[in-house]
Each structure stands twice: as C-alpha cells, then as structure tokens.
C-alpha cells in the first residue's frame, strides 16, 4: 500500500480503463475503490525500445515489493526460449516510475534448467526480503526432483544468505505456492510435494534464520570456460582450456543465433559483433556436438 492509501500490483492484462495494455507487464496503481488510477510498464531489460519487446517480459508468477523510498522490487520469470532450457528468475530494481536500476537473474546447474516457473517473495523481518524459486522445474513431465532455493538479499540485490531444500537428494519434486517471513526471523515454504510417482500432497516447511549456510552464492562446479571482456563492445574471447576443439554459438534474447565460430586450442575470438546492445547467450559444444559450456554476455 502507498502513503496515500493507494495499491500497487504488477500485471500482464490491461485494465478496463484502457483500451491496450501499456506492455506485456504493467505495474498499475489503484485507489482504495480499486478505481485505475494510473500505471506504467515494466523495464525493458535489453534496450529494445519497444514496450511489448518479447525478450523483456516477466511472467508467471510476478511479484511486486515496495521500498519505503519509493523505489519497487519486481521479479518474475525471464526468457521464452524452451528448446535451449533458457528461463530465469529475474529480480529487478526500480525507481517509482519503473525505471530500472539492478538485476539480478540466477540459473541452476541443471542440464534442464527451468527456473522461476514457480516462485515466490516477501518481506524479510530485518530488512531486504526472501526470494525462493525452484530449480528443475517440471516441463512436459521430463524431470522426476526439483530443488526450491531461498535467498535472502538487501535492498541493492545482493544476496546475503541462502536455503535449500534437496528435492534431488530425497528423490522428490517440489512444488512452491508461497514464502511467508515469520517473527523470529525465519520463513515457511508453502506448496506440494510428491514422490515415487504418488499424488502430490500439501507440503509447508519451517526454516530458522540460523539454518543458512551461505552468506555467498557459490558455484558448485567448477567454470568450464568464461568470456572477456564481459560486458564487451563489439569483441569477447572465450577461453577454456580443457576444450581442445568445438563451436560457440551466441543467441540474442529471441533465441535467433547472431554468431559462431570454431574453438581451436582452448579459445575463440569473437569480432565485429554489431548486434544491437543488450543480453546475449552463448553455447560452447564440443567436437562430438554435446554441450560443454553456457553463459550470458552483456553488449553495450
């Protein structure tokens, strides 16, 4: 709720009041009435220009968080591009008219990685808030566990703590409704969970403050490979030593491939890359074609 008694909620449908949407995702504020008194579209993350940019639009579950100083916290799912496992959860920071200020996106070390299919956010009882999404998610029934991830970040979305709960190590998958802060400084997990292909039942789990067992976010395995400069101009080399020979391939937002080129020796230069600026993917496969190493670079 605003100072003034208003609301705020972010949405992918246009109120009665207008005759188009303002974007695929709009935040709209309403009077106590639930009268529309004004709204204004999400960021467009890539710089596109365009208000219904496809490679800008958070969906599913969208959630909407307001900082004492006006400023919002959205967050939602980001990417469209299902035959490369390519959907992210997506926290954004912005100032009260919508203009982006952070990001901040995660991915899982999943070779299926559907994150932010389901997710869900609230208000941390010390400040910052809880963001849990799950990694794994189940897409046409191709995957048999999920893990659901908690971080809690400050207001410049760093993450300062996390949780996770081992869908893969109990053999069960997961599903999340909702994360709920309680008054000792913890949080409950609401959902399902099912395992051994039973039906899914009610599931709701507590969490201490002091289960967390990271104040950093660590990668698990270890970088195959990496891009510099990152964020680049119109060059980038991809360097990983364990790869004698492959292709990299680089994507934009729409999943189009813009570029490729061949790795010998552990490397490839990438040049002359004119592209519009913005968030491009990369995918490193080796000689047999398997995929080896992915990651985002950022165009100026």
Known sequence: MEPDGSYLISSCKAPLELDEPLAATSVFRLNQELDWLGGFPTPNIYGSGSIFAEDSVLEDQVHLRRLSSGNLIVSGRLGGWLELGYYHSVIMKTNSIGELQYM??????????????????CDAPEGGFYFAYVENSEVLGQVQFSNVRVLRMDTSLSVTCDWMVEGAEEGAYYYLERIKSTSDG??????????NGESTSA??????????????????????????????????????????????????????????????????????????????????????????????????
């Open 104 to 121: 901040a996106y995660f991915e899982s070390t999943f070779p299926f990685d559907q994150v932010a299919v389901l997710s869900a956010m």
């Open 186 to 195: 913890g949080f409950v997990l609401l959902g399902g969970r099912r395992t």
């Open 203 to 300: 599931w709701a789990q507590k969490f201490e403050a002091s289960d967390c067992y990271s104040s950093t976010n660590e990668r698990v395995q270890p970088m195959k490979g990496g891009v510099f400069p990152n964020p680049g101009s119109q060059e980038f080399i991809w360097k990983g030593d364990m790869l004698r020979s492959g292709e990299l391939r680089l994507h934009d937002a729409l999943g189009r491939l813009v570029w490729s080129g061949a790795i010998a020796n552990g490397h490839v230069h990438a040049e002359d890359l004119l592209m519009v600026p913005g968030l491009y993917c990369y995918e490193v496969r080796d000689g047999t074609g398997k995929r080896y190493d992915c990651g985002l670079w950022v165009k100026q």
